[in-house]
């Protein structure tokens, strides 16, 4: 695909007050952080959790200024401010003591320069397991669903092992994308508490939406791709006023056309939404469409399962520097010390594409963050499309920036590109605005992540706002269900049945767990009750109160999970006693030309 390259001119898009993306002066290499160009925007921010007595210690790497401690829990919308008076300037630590075991709490820390850095971590004292996470609804592009039948059922099988209550629908790629939202309110209506996260698979139609230019380029000014619409299940959306007769057909976008109007999402998106759409990717020629979802499904089911593993350890590739306040990279500076540790974050000198690629091979990592004047097919001075083609690039999530390839449905783009090659399991846009991943740390989803990042804006906004928040671009690529910290489940469950009882036995768990925990369900689709008041430390266990012929049994590991930031219950991947087939088949047909 011919791609167009980045001017090096800088100008100041008036409608939007968003700069085109050109490079910036290059600096000299330093040690991380401490040089890095966009440090002083961000707070390398970590926490020490103990259970007696119970304390958070925040731990930061210095900042020249003083800085204030903030806090609040998941129930609370606004922060309390815990210190009286900033710390000083070599103080780069806070004990917090007003804390109990089980909640959940989130710091922020800011300096008192202007402009203020900001840092911000979720932790928590042996905070619960999470056994239920809500209902997902699985959208699936038919002709995909055919091809891929016994890989999406292990999909469905991996989703209800995590807790997930699945209801899969799969749609024709031509069906109007109102009448998919229209699918997607119907079956939230139907579920009693209403769902919580949306995974699209394969070529489910993309709404656009708006007249904007996120990246500064007005060529390049129009309608973007726009998954919020689907996630926001009772904002306005309109096709009325917005006048954008641009050369091309994808960002051309005219009233009546089935583009809408808004620039940003008109509500707060009640759902997770997260995209795997590997359509048009031809710079893999050796490989279809349909064998690059294969391999995405292949390698996500590796890693939930913990058959893949990535050092706990980050790499940062700023091409752009503070770059007039933006400071793109304070995404990777906020969200990567909370989940490997601040001492695990290293900050590649700009320009070293060499040095990026040695970084990504080899052991890899598991985060990524790099940004770059860029094209469809590039990161300048960092990487390309092609890369992720030939080289193995070994790292699960990752984190880009740059010109037009924010706008995702392109061929060939790079942002999808880790989901297409190598090990990538997800990816975003974050510059224009900045997203944040620090919720991960106590073992939220990326999905949750992309909706609280989505949602930021506004007077009250919880975290730094800049141009493009709440943007209709903003997206997720990839499975919006994983999460870090995967735990090796245990394997080859057994269920032998006799009157009145089921005897279960299963392979042990190659990690240090606490034990496991038996379910038992009506049907493979759940709903999934608790067996056990305990983690049993045996293999094997005895129930009393069999599930009848249909119903399904489930194992998983419990590990008291130690993370930079947290101390949590973290539950393995569900091990079952019946196969994937039996797990959330279609539950409708597919509707054909629009007109399901």
Wanted: proline share 9%.
């Amino acid at each position: 695909m011919k791609t167009r390259p980045l001017a090096l001119t800088l100008f100041l898009l008036a409608a939007t007050g968003v700069p085109a993306l050109a490079a910036a002066p290059a600096t000299a290499p330093g040690v991380p952080y401490a040089s890095s160009r966009t440090g002083k925007y961000a707070i390398a921010l970590s926490a020490t959790a103990e259970l007696a007595p119970a304390r958070i210690t925040l731990l930061w790497l210095p900042v020249a200024a003083p800085c204030e401690v903030f806090r609040r829990t998941s129930d609370e919308a606004a922060w309390t401010k815990l210190t009286a008076t900033p710390l000083p300037v070599d103080v780069a630590r806070f004990a917090d003591t007003a804390v109990a075991a089980g909640i959940a709490y989130e710091y922020r820390v800011i300096s008192t320069t202007r402009p203020a850095a900001h840092g911000f971590v979720s932790s928590g004292i042996a905070l619960p397991a999470v056994e239920d996470r809500g209902r997902l609804l699985l959208l699936v592009e038919a002709e995909i669903g055919k091809a891929l039948a016994p890989e999406l059922a292990q999909l469905a099988s991996d989703l209800a092992g995590d807790g997930w209550a699945v209801v899969r629908h799969d749609v024709a790629r031509d069906l109007p994308v109102a009448k998919v939202k229209e699918l997607i309110a119907r079956v939230n209506g139907a579920a009693p508490r209403g769902l919580r996260a949306l995974y699209l698979f394969g070529q489910i139609p993309t709404p656009y939406s708006g007249n904007l230019a996120p990246d500064g380029h007005p060529d390049h000014r129009g309608a973007w791709p726009a998954d919020g619409f689907y996630a926001d299940l009772d904002g306005a959306w309109t096709d009325a006023s917005v006048s954008a007769d641009v050369k091309s057909p994808r960002q051309r976008n005219m009233p009546g056309d089935g583009k809408f109007d808004q620039n940003a999402v008109p509500s707060a998106l009640e759902l997770e939404v997260g995209r795997v759409d590997l359509a048009g990717m031809t710079n893999f020629p050796s490989k279809t469409e349909i064998d690059l979802l294969r391999h995405y499904l292949a390698k996500a089911h590796a890693y939930r399962h913990k058959q893949r593993t990535y050092p706990p350890t980050a790499v940062i590739a700023d091409n752009f520097g503070a770059f007039n306040g933006s400071a793109f990279a304070a995404t990777g500076w906020r969200s990567f010390p909370p989940l490997v540790g601040a001492a695990n974050v290293t900050e590649l000198r700009p320009g070293d594409a060499a040095g990026f690629a040695a970084a990504v091979t080899g052991a890899g990592h598991t985060w990524v963050y790099c940004c770059g004047p860029g094209s469809y097919g590039s990161v300048g001075g960092v990487t390309t499309t092609d890369d992720f083609r030939k080289r193995a690039m070994r790292a699960p999530f990752w984190i880009t920036f740059g010109s037009y390839f924010g706008d995702w449905a392109a061929a060939d783009v790079v942002l999808r590109a880790p989901l297409a090659g190598s090990d990538g399991l997800a990816n975003c846009w974050s510059g224009f605005p900045l997203w944040f991943f620090h919720p991960l740390a106590t073992g939220q989803t990326l999905g949750h992540c992309a909706r609280l990042s989505i949602n930021n804006g506004g007077i009250g906004a919880p975290y730094p706002v800049n141009p493009g928040a709440r943007g209709v671009h903003m997206a997720l690529m990839g499975d919006p269900t994983l999460r870090m910290y995967p735990v090796a489940p245990a394997t080859d469950l057994t269920a032998r049945r006799a009157p009145g009882r089921v005897s279960l036995a299963w392979q042990a768990s190659p990690d240090a767990v606490l034990g496991y925990h038996v379910y038992r369900a009506p049907t493979p689709a759940g709903p999934y009750t608790r067996a056990t008041r305990q983690p049993v430390k045996a293999t094997t266990f005895e129930d009393a109160q069999p599930v009848g012929p249909n119903g399904a049994y489930m194992v998983r590991a419990v590990l008291l999970e130690t993370t930079p930031s947290a101390l949590f219950y973290n539950l393995s991947q569900g091990v079952f006693d019946v196969p994937p087939a039996r797990f959330a088949p279609p539950t409708t047909a597919p509707a054909q030309n629009g007109k399901g």
